[in-house]
């Protein structure tokens, strides 16, 4: 049997997606401005069924909603924003539309990335899925490619293998990491944990300096290549479910 899909009423739906208050919704309502299914639908107060698809049924001035609650983005984090709602200057948020500033529940950045790092970074509206992915026991690895100050020394493959590398003020060593160099200043590497600004205190430690970081796998999921800097897509069943699977 199939799971029946949640339903809601259409002022809060709307309300809830920034669409306006629950009267300016019933305004819209009214004037015929909603439309389901190919009717207007004049009552603000129905309810209607939530389904993932709603976005291709349900249209306000013609256009059709935005993805209801449950939403998940991968975006393609460029330098120089910050992974906050509230910090000042450029901030991940604002590269997506305006209307979803408004919504509740709010989006929220699964982890960060530094305001200099770029690459794949997700969000969701979802907390439990928010929580599934960062979870220890999830193991969901983040690979970066690194570019560094000083050529390699050779050494740092069996030193972030071997999970005894200490950072400053930390109080317990790294979980280990993978690493393969790709030439003698650049490299990838992949965290098991998320500490913070973990690529550039662990290169630290080894006594070179990150010039360059990006992020190009969460778990199965790889950063898509014709997903430019500052853009973002929704993500279906199958990409979420990449998330979770070995790379
Ligand atoms: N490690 C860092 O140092 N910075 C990031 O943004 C992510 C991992």
Same mark, same amino acid.
């Given at each position: 049997?199939?799971?029946?899909?949640?339903?809601?009423?259409?002022?809060? *739906?709307?309300?809830?997606?920034?669409?306006?208050?629950?009267? &300016?919704?019933?305004?819209?309502?009214?004037?015929?401005?909603?439309?389901?299914?190919?009717?207007?639908?004049?009552?603000?107060?129905?309810?209607?069924?939530?389904?993932?698809?709603?976005?291709?049924? *349900? $249209?306000?001035? =013609?256009?059709?909603?935005?993805?209801?609650?449950?939403? $998940?983005?991968?975006?393609?984090?460029? *330098?120089?924003?910050?992974?906050?709602?509230?910090?000042?200057?450029?901030?991940?948020?604002?590269?997506?539309? @305006?209307?979803?500033? %408004?919504?509740?529940?709010?989006?929220?950045?699964?982890?960060?990335?530094?305001?200099?790092?770029?690459?794949?970074?997700?969000?969701?509206?979802? =907390?439990?899925?928010?929580?599934?992915?960062?979870?220890?026991?999830?193991?969901?690895?983040? %690979?970066?490619?690194?570019?560094?100050?000083?050529?390699?020394?050779?050494?740092?493959?069996?030193?972030?293998?071997?999970?005894?590398?200490?950072? &400053?003020?930390?109080?317990?060593?790294?979980?280990?990491?993978?690493?393969?160099? &790709?030439?003698?200043?650049?490299?990838?590497?992949? *965290?098991? @944990? =998320?500490?913070?600004?973990?690529? #550039?205190?662990?290169?630290? $430690?080894?006594?070179?300096?990150?010039?360059?970081?990006?992020?190009?796998?969460? =778990?199965?999921?790889?950063?898509?290549?014709?997903?430019?800097?500052? $853009?973002? #897509?929704?993500?279906?069943?199958?990409?979420?479910?990449?998330?979770?699977?070995?790379?």
């Amino acid at each position: 049997m199939s799971a029946k899909a949640p339903t809601a009423r259409l002022d809060k *739906l709307l309300a809830n997606l920034g669409y306006g208050s629950r009267r &300016e919704i019933a305004g819209l309502a009214r004037a015929g401005r909603i439309v389901l299914d190919g009717a207007a639908l004049a009552d603000a107060g129905a309810r209607i069924a939530v389904t993932p698809d709603l976005p291709t049924r *349900l $249209a306000v001035d =013609g256009a059709g909603i935005d993805p209801p609650p449950g939403l $998940a983005l991968m975006l393609h984090k460029p *330098l120089g924003v910050t992974c906050s709602h509230k910090e000042a200057g450029p901030l991940v948020y604002g590269l997506l539309p @305006e209307r979803w500033h %408004r919504r509740d529940p709010a989006l929220s950045t699964v982890g960060r990335l530094d305001k200099e790092t770029s690459g794949l970074l997700l969000l969701t509206d979802d =907390g439990g899925l928010l929580h599934r992915i960062i979870a220890p026991k999830a193991n969901v690895a983040k %690979r970066y490619r690194v570019t560094l100050d000083r050529p390699l020394k050779g050494d740092e493959d069996a030193i972030l293998a071997a999970g005894t590398l200490m950072l &400053e003020d930390d109080d317990k060593p790294l979980l280990p990491v993978g690493f393969s160099a &790709e030439d003698a200043t650049h490299a990838t590497v992949t *965290l098991h @944990e =998320g500490r913070y600004h973990q690529v #550039r205190r662990m290169f630290a $430690a080894m006594g070179n300096h990150v010039t360059a970081l990006h992020r190009d796998r969460i =778990g199965g999921l790889a950063l898509p290549a014709d997903l430019p800097a500052g $853009a973002y #897509r929704v993500m279906d069943a199958a990409d979420v479910a990449n998330v979770f699977s070995a790379a």
